[in-house]
């Protein structure tokens, strides 16, 4: 999908009209083609497109008519977002815009009473940069009547400029992070975390009490749980999950700087203990989740996708698959236009999963609702999700004697993920290909004691999604549902 498209769907339908309307506002002739391209646009109309200039073959004047359309788009958008953000950080913007244009036209007073409200704003979102800016400006008419004493502007300034190079630093230190974990995800590299993590505080040289912020313990609370969903082990990040939850009993009742960070650890947290396969503390994290989402809408809308997914994955790995399809159902059913792929493309595949452990053959609906390419998967959703999501296409077409389809489905994982399932040691899921191989091409060989013996070697994997893979196999020989199964491993009763 191009750009311009790209941004033509962030529109819904009351907002496309307001973009006609200004577009038309705009157009000062009456040949000018901008809004049929935008009709042309939304109805994917390429052969319209191609006959938008098709009497003079004119490509440049095609392209400039792009490029004045998107311009307009990014200009409408910006508007949009800067009138209907009514977030602490857009109040301050705001008001330092103001308070420049008032102050170049000698309305001091007001124009320094928005300053001092804008600022209070500013530091209670910690936003350095904006306090930088409106600190610059109180400098910069310093030397007008009801203005601040020079000295303490000086001294508030220098301050925050400290403030910045912190901020920096730790920006930079979570870049470099993020770039290792793309080494890990699509090359395979070894990392040990804990050492990459000194060696990078160490490297931008970061003190341990810097560390101490919402926006930072966010940070490196992501960093370790990519990590450890990568090596489907959250035991190794056990450490940085108690530091989080010392600082956060520190913090008691204290007002959050950003609420995002503080909703975002504790959808960390409930995903780390639902992996941990403690569902009782997930779901108490997941109720604080929830209380601080309904303080904010946008926090709401931002976070609801996610902790419905949380929310279902709790009710299935309990034991109540029917609340768990429900939920993710209705989730799925309800979603925006402005809701993020990953988190569609999430809830879908959970659903797919509860659907097949139950041996609900609407598995293959939401199976085949999975459209995006591989490549796209892996780079939106990373390789261990979509090395899954091919998995379980495999075992979903198996359980149905789609045996052909699934032979197919076998030899094309092979090809596309052998080399990295081999460099990066994770052997076991080549191991359990071939034991699904076997099984399609001979079902019988699922009671013979030698194939159990060699499916049971897999169970030491105590990642809660790997156990559902392995689970489906036992159910094979047991002829029972793999849910049924899995919930007797989790439980503890082999």
Not at 102 to 112: G, I, M, Q, R
Not at 218 to 247: K, P, S
Not at 273 to 296: I, V
């Amino acid at each position: 999908m191009d750009s311009l498209s790209e941004l033509v769907k962030l529109l819904n339908n009351n907002e496309k009209q307001d973009f006609r309307q200004f577009l038309d506002r705009k157009n000062k002739r009456p040949d000018v083609k901008n809004l049929l391209l935008l009709d042309l646009i939304e109805t994917d109309d390429i052969d319209g497109i191609k006959r938008l200039y098709e009497s003079d073959g004119n490509n440049d004047a095609y392209h400039a008519l792009r490029k004045r359309l998107q311009d307009n788009l990014l200009l409408f958008l910006s508007r949009k977002t800067f009138e209907n953000d009514h977030s602490e950080t857009y109040d301050a913007l705001r008001l330092v815009v103001v308070s420049r244009f008032l102050l170049e036209n000698d309305v001091v007073k007001v124009a320094f009473k928005c300053l001092d409200k804008a600022e209070r704003l500013a530091e209670e979102s910690e936003l350095f940069n904006l306090l930088n800016e409106l600190l610059l400006l109180k400098l910069q008419y310093a030397h007008l009547p009801g203005a601040e004493d020079l000295d303490a502007l000086s001294a508030r300034f220098r301050q925050n400029q400290e403030h910045m190079q912190r901020e920096a630093k730790l920006n930079m230190a979570y870049a470099y992070l993020r770039k290792e974990l793309q080494e890990i995800h699509l090359k395979g590299k070894i990392v040990n975390l804990t050492s990459l993590m000194i060696a990078t505080i160490r490297k931008y040289k970061i003190a341990a009490q810097e560390l101490m912020t919402y926006k930072s313990i966010y940070q490196i609370l992501f960093i370790a749980n990519e990590y450890a969903a990568i090596q489907q082990n959250y035991g190794l990040i056990e450490r940085y999950i108690h530091r989080t939850n010392q600082f956060i009993q520190d913090q008691g009742h204290k007002k959050q700087a950003n609420l995002f960070y503080h909703i975002s650890i504790l959808y960390w947290l409930a995903n780390f203990h639902l992996r941990r396969k403690d569902f009782e503390r997930s779901t108490s994290y997941l109720q604080e989740m929830m209380d601080l989402m309904g303080t904010e809408s946008r926090y709401q809308a931002l976070f609801y996708l996610r902790h419905q997914l949380l929310a279902a994955l709790n009710s299935f790995f309990t034991g109540s698959a029917g609340e768990a399809i429900t939920l993710l159902g209705d989730s799925l059913t309800n979603i925006k236009h402005n809701s993020k792929a990953e988190d569609v493309e999430d809830l879908r595949i959970c659903l797919t999963m509860c659907l097949a452990l139950c041996e609900d053959k609407r598995s293959l609906k939401q199976l085949a609702l999975l459209t995006r390419t591989d490549a796209w998967y892996e780079k939106k959703m990373g390789m261990l999700w979509t090395i899954r999501k091919n998995l379980m296409e495999i075992v979903v077409h198996a359980q149905f004697s789609n045996y052909e389809l699934a032979l197919s489905r076998v030899n094309s994982f092979r090809r596309r993920y052998k080399k990295y399932l081999m460099k990066t040691s994770e052997e076991r899921v080549l191991v359990f290909l071939k034991l699904v191989e076997r099984y399609l091409q001979q079902p019988e060989v699922v009671f013979e004691e030698r194939y159990k013996k060699e499916v049971l070697k897999l169970e030491g994997n105590e990642d809660i999604f790997s156990l559902g893979f392995i689970a489906w196999l036992i159910g094979r020989w047991e002829k029972k549902t793999g849910y049924a199964v899995l919930l007797r491993i989790i439980r503890g009763n082999k």
